[in-house]
């Protein structure tokens, strides 16, 4: 403490508390996060390179990520379309129950996910409310890998209203106005004008409910049927090692779902310091 | 670039103009498309959960919800909740602290790290603790000689349920008191309030609706947590089962109607938690309104 108070930044500081809430912080997180996660890493280091390669590029893991991440993309690209549009009606128009609407947004975030998964897996199985409706038509959703996207676009929903709702509020009208006046269609002007400002976002949101939905677990496995090598997600077959107490298995594929988490974290982060300089730069 | 002189706000105008909106048939079929996404993955799923709850009545619905294994399947999780969210909030106001008030070097990277356990998946947020706390795990053997039960028992739903709702209140909090600076706290400091007083009763009456919305958030997901929990809980019945574990039991037992029945317990504490974040919205947009623009 003593040659910490020497420092230059310590002389300038008034607010007391730095060496207990920055050390308290360090602590937790140490104890909580940072010692348990690196367990994972560890674990892995008993494993041969060979065995590891083996077990996170067998046949029905590259199966289970085949699905997990094509499932999650076209999730989060359809939650971009819908989601996009859902801000967009509920920033501009005015319509009954709007205020309802936009409180139900983050329905996904409040529901527990198995509560999700039992719900969705009633409703579109052959005798529930949907299924009926679709299984006539040929459509199965229920224990398929249809059955899985659909899960995924209900926990991903929230994520593009929410980071596309506040950008399309500070968006500046004149520009829009500007641009009606001197001639372009709305059409010209969605793209040319309001699409820019949106667009990271967009993309953004886009990153969140892929990366949320890569690791879901609870509202998939449900509806999915989980047959290996057509409708396994990654998560459950971590699940399906570790019952066969085959540990070293289950962590190999950890380490391989954790190096993508980080990967999307920092994109991320990327993603949203755009965001934020996107909107100061068109305030100034 | 204007420097110093005085900016004259425009006055906005209280309904759309004409020019910018779209033609009507471009709006219905928006609006259209938008009510129709929601009724499909929101409000559809909301009734069907009741639905299926009541489906044979009243009476059925009571008695589920009040069958023992149910019952201790609620103590349990309000046991997870009540440990994990005080503790996570401990840490939020300590974090948001050490972020917004001072500067110091590797604090991206530590607001980086905060937000660790919302890119994980549950499962691996279980499985960290099988790797410590199981039979083959670090602290397996002394754990087994001192007799201590941590995995499949209920410290270890306790610890997987802080890991995942570990970053809720500090996330809140941080840009929130980051915006809010500490020229407050500086004024009753140099005032000669001490530290804990300042914090007591400067900063926290400032932050506070923060402070519950990221609570409310933090709870709901202790309570819903299902992933993470499974890994490490063990399943068993009227012992380490919280409710969402529940809820899985008692469906994979085709016993649908009690399945429903305490999934609709865990469905009234989301609209609870919904009812609750939108009244905190709308009260710190009232007390930013209150703040007079610079």
């Known amino acids: ?284 | 670039m204007s420097g110093q002189t005085l900016k004259l706000k425009p006055v906005e105008p209280p309904v759309q103009l004409q020019a910018t909106l779209e033609p009507v048939w471009v709006r219905v079929l928006l609006l259209g498309l938008a009510l129709a996404f929601v009724t499909l993955f929101l409000f559809i799923p909301l009734v069907a959960v009741f639905s299926e709850a009541l489906r044979k009545g009243w009476g059925v619905y009571l008695a589920a919800i009040q069958e023992p294994d149910a019952l201790s399947a609620i103590k349990l999780t309000l046991i997870a909740a009540g440990i994990s969210v005080p503790l996570n909030l401990i840490f939020g106001v300590a974090a948001a602290w050490a972020i917004a008030k001072f500067e110091f070097r590797g604090k991206n990277v530590l607001l980086t790290l905060i937000d660790l356990p919302f890119s994980v998946s549950p499962v691996i947020s279980g499985l960290i603790y099988v790797l410590l706390f199981g039979a083959q795990g670090w602290f397996g053997e002394w754990l087994r000689e001192h007799d201590i039960k941590i995995l499949f028992a209920v410290p270890g739903i306790v610890l997987a349920t802080i890991f995942v709702t570990f970053p809720f209140v500090a996330r809140e909090l941080i840009p929130l008191m980051q915006a809010q600076g500490s020229e407050e706290e500086e004024a009753a400091l140099v005032l000669g309030a001490s530290g804990w007083k300042t914090f007591w009763h400067v900063t926290l009456p400032n932050i506070k609706w923060g402070l519950l919305y990221g609570v409310i958030l933090c709870n709901a997901r202790a309570m819903g947590e299902f992933g993470a929990v499974s890994v490490v809980s063990g399943h068993i019945r009227g012992e380490t089962n919280t409710m969402p574990l529940q809820v899985e039991i008692l469906y994979n037992e085709y016993n649908f109607t009690a399945a429903f029945a305490v999934a609709s317990l865990l469905t009234l504490l989301a609209l609870v938690t919904l009812a609750l974040k939108t009244i905190v919205e709308w009260k710190t947009d009232e007390s930013r309104q209150r703040i007079p623009q610079e």
């Not at chain 1, 360090?26 to 996060?33: A, H, K, S």
């Not at chain 1, 077990?55 to 699905?67: H, I, P």
């Open chain 1, 1 to 284: 403490m003593a040659f910490l108070s020497k420092n230059r930044a310590k002389a300038r500081r008034v607010i007391p508390g730095f060496h207990l809430s920055v050390g308290f912080t360090l602590f937790y997180l140490g104890l909580i996060v940072l010692i348990p996660l690196s367990a994972v890493f560890i674990k892995t280091f008993t494993m041969t390179w060979e065995a590891f390669w083996h077990t996170v590029t067998s046949e029905r893991v590259m199966a289970s990520y085949r699905l997990t991440f094509g499932a999650s993309l076209l999730a989060a690209f359809i939650n971009v379309i819908f989601g996009g549009i859902l801000a967009w009606v509920l920033v501009r128009y005015k319509f009954p129950g709007k205020r309802l609407i936009d409180a139900f947004v983050d329905l996904p975030f409040a529901l527990p996910t198995a509560v999700a998964g039992i719900t969705l897996a009633t409703l579109y199985a052959p005798n529930g409310w949907l299924g009926k409706l679709l299984v006539p038509l040929g459509i199965k959703v229920a224990y398929t890998p249809l059955g899985v996207l659909v899960a995924l676009i209900f926990i991903g929903l929230p994520f593009v209203v929410r980071t596309v709702q506040p950008v399309l509020e500070e968006a500046e009208k004149e520009l829009e106005e500007a641009a009606i006046s001197l001639g372009a269609s709305h059409c010209q002007t969605f793209v040319r004008v309001i699409f820019p400002t949106i667009l990271p976002a967009v993309l953004t949101g886009f990153a969140l409910a892929f990366a949320r939905a890569t690791g879901e677990y609870g509202s998939v496995i449900f509806i999915a049927g989980n047959m290996p090598m057509i409708s396994e997600i990654t998560p459950l077959f971590m699940i399906t090692k570790l019952e066969q107490y085959d540990y070293a298995g289950a962590t190999a594929i950890a380490v391989v779902m954790l190096i993508i988490s980080f990967i999307l974290l920092l994109t991320i982060n990327a993603l949203q310091a755009w965001t934020r300089r996107r909107q100061t730069a068109g305030r100034e």
